[in-house]
């Protein structure tokens, strides 16, 4: 039987006796760490607990608790003047470090003792404590379970209380919506205490074949002196259910008062614009993006902006597009005919001389084959510019009221395969689409990532030359391909990796990561990406439609917006199509769009039922200097103390630490009301409907925030 975490084992004398002795022992001066003590069993993944606390920048500690037992950390200790200063700022409990010690006998690894330990610091420092996977019983946390469920397929949906959502944890930023639970093993419950101010359910299964009344799916239980959040559920890192329930607890558990940043990024990259792709479905179509394509996408993004900011206020959306300067002389070289105005050819590479290998080679320096013709001209301004506007979709973005619709980003001149190339080839690739860029105006629009690239097909990541050539032409970072995992940070995904000779044969090139989709880069309709879809994935030969599709899509992009990854999503200029295409069913209604638009629609509006959060587009060089922020920032080690009021009862200032309380970067803290005398350096940040971000500067001392309004810390 498990450990009584009710009123059996925890009176309210001893809690009284225990805060009077600290207070005592302080003179009234109490601290708190913000770090989260998250305590699980050794089988336990405890990534549940800790990928979102991650994806914020909260500060944890792990303790793994095995069958036999082992010791709790130190959860105070005594500063110079006799100040008491607590470890931890929340306590994450998984699965109630539970084990099954014979005969079906299970119960807590940890001690009657040490729970009481848990408990006496969690009413001495009005600390918080959240159990993740609880098997709901009445004596642990007022509710009983009413059986387990489901298996694979059966579906049971979950919501959250508004009123509790407003109430207990504002800051989360949540909306009240129906969630799936498929896959996510969880104890449907009925409430046993009936006292409304002790156990307050803020979590509602709906009915299925199994369970025919609403049951209970998490309680707030307010104890004497404590609180404890229990969610009767399961956690997985790829269940969006599970990421949005994270943020429940997060935000319940800080209080809103947390050294971190929350912020989403719905990046879109169109790769190959300028060039032409052969389809896969029909294989003999041939497919370019046209001016009423990029215009179509112009006046949709105006219309998704407004109804963006309608929901969720701050949000801006754009699509970055990575161009190929070749294709626009190739466009023209078609166009000339007998005007003889285009008098030097496109560039067309020596397929001989270019050689197929693994993505992951790794190019010795110095080697490889030329690809680029002898006779190319020295540099693109060979070219004239009445050649260069013959085509109607360079000429389409050299007005800049067109341009400015879009971010621009270079991908390569000719889209050159980089794997094994040369240092001239792809010195010259760089070289000429900045010259391309500057000579049609794409360098000059408001949105241009002029240290960025987009390989053509990722490749070159793992060739020394080409890197050097990126380098010596300015360029200081590239997007990767996620689904190549030696293309990600191996400390973090929410760092850039940073090349090394040894793997990449250049040291310091930034990777940024990016997402793929199940939106192909040879398709310009959705029969076309369903039927590749199909043939790529589908062995059992039920194919599976446009909704199947997108239904996956949500899934995985609604779980990495929510786990607030910033990698961008890699589209291409065939799913830019929007002429002389069916309807598809987009949110409820028959509606012509390109893929583009049907995945970013789909996606939007999935994010608006779930969060008031700004939704955030980033070009390139942004994206970049914001993870190699992070990076730098993470590697300070920041953290947070909560100064507590006279009587204990509220939190009126932070101090900020870091590794020698210096960092090359700023730090953010986010606080649920205001700052007052903000310190030297510091600078706020509030987007939206988004908490108040302070970001501070960190020069050799500790900095002080006082609160505008202190956070209360009384029993609700």
Known sequence: MLFDFGAKLFLLTTVLAQITLVLSQTSNQLSVKSTVLIITISSNDPTTATYVLNAYGIPYQILTVPQGGTALPALNNTLSGGAVEGQYGLFVIQSQVSYDYGNSTWHSALTTAQWQSLYDYQAAFKVRMVHLNAYPTNFSFGADALGGCCVPGDEQYVKLSAAVQSSRFPTAGLKSAQLSTNGVWHYPAKIIDRNATRTTPFLTFATNAQFTKNTVGGVINTYPGREQMVFFVSFATWSPTSTYLSHIWIHWGTRGLYSGIRRAHLSTQIDDLLLATNMYAPSDALYRSTPADLQAHATWDTKLNAKLNAKNPGSTHFLEMGFNGNGDLIQGQMLDESLNICTIP?????????????????????????????????SFRSWTNACVKLDSLTSWFMTPANRDNFAFISHTFTHLALDNSTYKDTFREIQFNKQFAAAVGLSSAQRYSKGGLIPPAITGLHNGDALQAFHDNGLQHAVGDNTRSVLRSPFSPHWPLVTNKTENGFDGYYIIPRFATRIYYNCDT??????????????????????????????????????????????????????????????GSLQKLSLVQIWVETIVAEYQRLVTWPLISLKQDDLASSYKARMKRDKCKPKMTSILSSDGNSVVAVVVTTKQNTCSRPIPVTVPGTVVNLPAGATTEQVGNDPLTVWVTMNGAPVTLTLGSPVNLLLL
């Open 346 to 378: 496109p560039i067309v590479l020596n397929m001989i001389n270019t050689e197929v290998v693994d993505a992951e080679f790794i190019k010795p320096l110095g080697t490889g084959p030329n690809a680029w013709p002898d006779s190319a001209p020295a």
């Open 526 to 587: 959705t029969f076309c990406t369903v039927t590749e879809w199909n043939d790529m994935t589908i062995a059992d030969n039920t194919d599976g439609d446009i909704t199947d599709l997108l239904s996956l899509e949500k899934e995985s992009t609604t779980n990495q917006l929510l786990g607030l990854y910033h990698d961008p999503y890699m589209f291409h200029q065939a799913n830019l199509r929007t002429a002389s295409i069916n309807s598809t069913l987009v949110n």
